[in-house]
């Protein structure tokens, strides 16, 4: 849409193809319903990619503060959040009926429900076979499909198909911005914590998150999860702090020299969410009072509180994810208008592209810019 309607006003004659019966489905989900729409902090420090250095044209050409000044010319109240999340303060239906404003305005044409069943190259452009039989030819074809992430909204892997046919390299796929999966004891010990939520720090390697982290029934979520989930493989461990900030070894030295008496899941309880406290120090190797425990055992306590090393199993895949990682390989696309060096007319934007960002309306931007840059030269 934001690439349509930049067209449009261009001059271009645009049509837009959307297979979903309404448009901007996954804008009206998202941040609970008030689309979490830019970051003020937007940078190319905070994507994704093969190639890091491919976003840097698109996101400093078309910044976070021109999509403001966009949706200010619209009248949508808008707030931040923290670190620098900017929401609708009203509903993310503002920023589709805007989108939609605007491509109306350069008479851009919208059809819903759609397919492309297959695309080839002709001599003027390009020609497309519609699910319902219908024949389409254009000069220039942007493609806009998005990822694999959450299926059921009708994602598809049909941008990745379309540029292997047209010999463009794509990159591993993967969910990303996803709840962490468990198994086995350690599951067993983590389920009951489900509802739980605790601000913490989460690493994976030498990247860190601090934000909230939420137990599941099937094992980690909230924020700082999902961030992390971005950096992290199959057989690596995260390390979590739940208490960032604090020296749980002295905490607990102290609380020992105050009160001795008390168990250990009684003084965690001061610290953290009782149900949380209860799982760490409910255990054999604390048993007795934190009176009867010598600095070896505080310090293991400790680490299990500051430094606590879990293993995932796996993800909740695409499913819940928020984005696909992975994509077109940036090598065969110009970043500043992302058209396929090999195919000219031929245009990948969004989250098909292999650039992804992190969680707090980045991802947005990227749709914001890259989709500008398209718009700009299509």
Same mark, same amino acid.
């Given at each position: 849409?934001? #690439? ?6 261009? $001059? ?33 420090? !905070? ?7 491919? #976003? ?28 620098? !999340? ?5 509903? @993310? ?32 452009? /390009? ?48 969910? $990303? ?26 690493? #994976? ?15 980690? @979520?909230?924020? %700082?999860?999902?961030?992390?989930? @971005? ?16 020296? %749980?070894? %002295? ?8 009160? $001795?008496? !008390?168990?250990?899941?009684? /003084? ?88 992804? $960002? ?6 947005? !931007? ?6 500008? #840059? ?5």
């Amino acid at each position: 849409m934001m #690439c349509a309607a930049i067209a449009g006003q261009r $001059g271009r004659n645009v049509l837009v193809l959307d297979a979903a019966k309404a448009p901007g489905e996954k804008i009206r989900i998202s941040g609970g319903g008030r689309c979490n729409f830019t970051n003020l902090y937007a940078t190319p420090e !905070q994507f994704l990619s093969d190639n890091p250095h491919f #976003c840097i044209s698109a996101l400093s050409r078309y910044r976070p503060a021109d999509f403001i000044s966009l949706v200010e010319r619209h009248h949508i109240g808008w707030h931040e959040k923290t670190l620098g !999340q900017l929401f609708c303060d009203g509903s @993310s239906s503002e920023i589709i009926a805007m989108l939609l404003e605007e491509m109306k305005v350069v008479s851009v044409d919208l059809r819903l429900g759609v397919t492309v069943a297959y695309v080839e190259k002709t001599a003027r452009g /390009f020609c497309l076979q519609l699910s319902f039989g219908g024949v389409l030819e254009c000069g220039a074809l942007v493609v806009a499909t998005g990822g694999k992430s959450i299926p059921k909204m009708g994602a598809t892997d049909f941008g990745y198909r379309l540029a292997a046919q047209f010999g463009l390299r794509v990159t591993e796929t993967r969910p $990303g911005l996803v709840p962490l999966t468990f198994d086995g004891e350690l599951l067993e010990r983590l389920a009951p914590l489900a509802g739980v939520a605790v601000p913490s720090r989460v690493q #994976c390697g030498r990247k860190a998150f601090d934000e909230a982290l939420l137990f599941t029934h099937r094992g980690l @979520s909230g924020p %700082a999860i999902l961030q992390i989930s @971005s950096y992290w493989r199959e057989g690596t461990e995260i390390g979590v702090d739940l208490l960032p900030g604090a020296d %749980a070894f %002295a905490a607990l030295r102290a609380a020992r020299q105050q009160n $001795g008496r !008390q168990s250990v899941h009684t /003084f965690l309880s001061t610290q953290l969410p009782r149900r949380l406290a209860k799982m760490i120090g409910d255990t054999p190797a604390y048993e007795g009072t934190l009176g009867s425990l010598p600095d070896e055992k505080l310090r293991k306590l400790a680490a299990h509180v500051n430094d606590w090393r879990l293993r995932p199993t796996g993800t909740e895949g695409y499913r819940t994810a928020e984005v696909t990682l992975g994509g077109v390989d940036t090598r065969d696309l110009n970043s500043g208008t992302m058209q396929a060096k090999a195919v000219p007319g031929l245009y990948f934007i969004g989250e098909v592209v292999d650039v992804t $960002g992190w969680l707090g309306g980045y991802n947005f !931007q990227w749709a914001w810019s890259s989709g500008w #840059c398209a718009g700009m030269a299509a």
